[in-house]
């Protein structure tokens, strides 16, 4: 975000005697709004984004600020020398606020060193599910916007693009709001509260709760409905999921189907709600699922508890920047998570939509050999049973003449193998290419490899992965390759 601003406006205006964080914002032409009583919003100097940077004068000796969507965050002296169009030195800034240097002043080579902070331990967060009152109202709208969602074949059409069936709607209870709604918050047990309102801009007191038009996301943990996010369909917006007041900040926890894997399986984590049951609907056999809501949550008591207990975590947060930067807090107090984004794409979901990604393939590609699934005898004896009818199908009956042979009778699956095996190319493995939203670095940092290829035994086009520092897996389908399957990871 460019600005016109000279920073002599702020080292020479002798009129601003006492300067905070707001009157900063001013000086760099950001038109700060007032968002409370002690909160001002304006767009951030550092990302550009429109009302996520929130400044609060009066707090400390010069005032703060945060932004919500780069995660910039410091006092007005870091402001100062920060700003991408101001750049002020640590001491013109201590002169501008009239702050006097303690220890000698800066030393040599950059600004003074800041004292060294002990790291503070992490103490997880208590949840609890809201009150009677309000889950009963939020499950007669989430029963009323569920009938809306199985009667609009769009809404269908569109979860059915990310790869969640009718069915997996029905688990879940998801719903369709066809249109903004207002609700008394006495009738929902939440007390009001003062805030902006939407229409005039003014501070005010609000009682009215808001139901926003879109996709409806319920999370119901043991029969108690514990929270509503509603994904606006709108563009543009800074925050497409709406919390319904009064719900849970709990994330939400899908455990698994399977009970050896509910106790002390794997669990995976990511951040949309849609990603978990995408997960659950594909994987939830083999994986617990959890979904924070935001790369900058922390699980809470409950979740911490599971995570603690479990023999492998699957860090699967947003493939961007404050997806890298959140990794190491999870393998600091988690030493059996691993970072695993999907190969392609931002999340599960785009990997499922614009990529036709296998989402099971790639978790269980991430999981250590002891949590991958074995088949079980009744599929492997179909898949023998399978596997004989092909070889008793494999013989053509044409027969071939060439020059200088007589008519005679090849297999098909020898003339397969043979045309396949001339395919071949032993060449290294090779990463596909990157798509553009990654770059060659974060290319890297991809524990994996992906890369296309035909099964040796029966032709079938495959999806090969397998770990960055392991070996090529074998390429052969599971049909051709009954003896361990899960050798590597092959996907048709």
């Not at 009302?51 to 007005?76: M, S, T």
């Amino acid at each position: 975000m460019e600005q016109d601003f000279d920073k002599t406006r702020i080292l020479r205006n002798p009129k601003i005697i006492a300067m905070t964080t707001l009157d900063i914002a001013i000086e760099l032409g950001l038109a700060p709004r007032k968002a409370g009583p002690h909160e001002h919003a304006s767009p951030c100097p550092f990302c550009g984004g429109n009302d996520r940077f929130r400044i609060w004068p009066e707090k400390g000796d010069y005032g703060a600020f945060w932004c919500r969507q780069c995660q910039a965050k410091g006092d007005a002296i870091k402001l100062l020398m920060e700003a991408p169009s101001l750049k002020l030195s640590f001491k013109e800034a201590c002169d501008r606020l009239g702050k006097a240097l303690t220890g000698g002043g800066r030393r040599r080579g950059g600004t003074p060193r800041a004292p060294a902070q002990r790291k503070a331990e992490f103490t997880p967060r208590q949840t609890s599910a809201p009150a009677d009152l309000w889950q009963a109202k939020a499950a007669a709208f989430v029963e009323t916007s569920h009938q809306v969602l199985l009667k609009t074949p769009d809404q269908l059409a569109w979860l059915a693009e990310r790869g969640i069936t009718v069915e997996t709607a029905r688990r879940f209870r998801l719903g369709w709001n066809a249109k903004k709604r207002y609700g008394k918050r006495a009738e929902w047990g939440v007390e009001p509260e003062t805030g902006i309102d939407e229409k005039t801009g003014e501070v005010k007191t609000l009682d009215l709760l808001v139901l926003h038009r879109g996709l409806v996301i319920p999370y119901i943990a043991d029969g108690r409905m514990m929270s509503i996010r509603i994904r606006r369909p709108e563009e543009g917006l800074d925050n497409r999921y709406h919390a319904v007041k009064g719900s849970s900040t709990a994330p939400m926890m899908i455990r698994s189907v399977n009970p050896a894997v509910r106790g002390a399986g794997a669990w995976i984590v990511v951040e949309s709600r849609l990603d978990a049951i995408l997960i659950a609907q594909d994987a939830g056999d083999i994986v617990n699922a959890a979904a924070i809501d935001s790369v900058s949550t922390k699980p809470d008591e409950e979740l911490t508890c599971e995570l603690k207990k479990s023999l492998h975590i699957l860090d699967a947060v947003d493939f961007d920047t404050a997806g890298g930067k959140a990794s190491p807090w999870w393998t600091e107090h988690f030493p059996q998570a691993e970072r695993w984004p999907v190969p392609r794409g931002k999340d599960p979901g785009d990997f499922k939509k614009d990529h036709g990604g296998d989402i099971r393939a790639w978790i269980v590609a991430g999981l250590p050999p002891g949590l991958r699934p074995v088949p079980s005898k009744e599929v492997e004896k179909e898949e023998n049973q399978t596997k004989h009818l092909e070889k008793e199908r494999a013989f053509d009956s044409t027969p071939r003449k060439e020059e200088g042979e007589s008519n005679c009778f090849i297999p098909k699956a020898v003339k397969q193998k043979v045309q396949f095996a001339n395919l071949r190319k032993p060449e290294e493995p090779i990463t596909l290419p990157a798509p553009a939203n990654r770059s060659e670095k974060d290319e890297n940092l991809t524990p994996y490899i992906v890369d296309d290829g035909a099964c040796e035994g029966c032709g079938a086009q495959l999806t090969l992965y397998w770990p960055r520092r392991g070996s090529r897996p074998p390429e052969r389908c599971f049909k051709c390759l009954p003896e361990n399957p899960w050798k590597g990871m092959v996907t048709i």
